[in-house]
């Protein structure tokens, strides 16, 4: 059997970068709104995650800190 080859995998943050470049001019007002909600959502997402490694970095940080005293 062969086997297809499989699609590349893309890089961290292409999909960011590629929004980045997209021509906003082709969206409508309510496209537009739509996109900004879409993307404050994501802001949350990705700060909410931020918040989680701080704490587990935090949580590190003072378990080792503990043990070399």
């Known amino acids: 059997m062969i086997e297809e080859a499989a699609e590349p995998r ?3 943050g292409e999909m ?3 929004l ?3 021509d906003l001019e082709l969206y409508g007002c309510e496209e537009l709104e739509e996109r900004i909600e879409l993307l404050k959502e994501e802001i ?3 700060e909410a995650q931020l918040q989680h490694k701080h704490a587990g970095r935090a949580a590190a940080d003072a378990l080792f ?4 005293e």
Do not use: G, P, Y
């Not at 800190?65 to 070399?68: A, E, F, G, L, Q």
């Open 16 to 18: 960011l970068r590629a």
């Open 44 to 46: 949350a997402r990705a």
């Open 10 to 12: 893309s890089t961290r």
């Open 20 to 22: 980045h470049r997209e």
């Open 65 to 68: 800190s503990i043990r070399s």
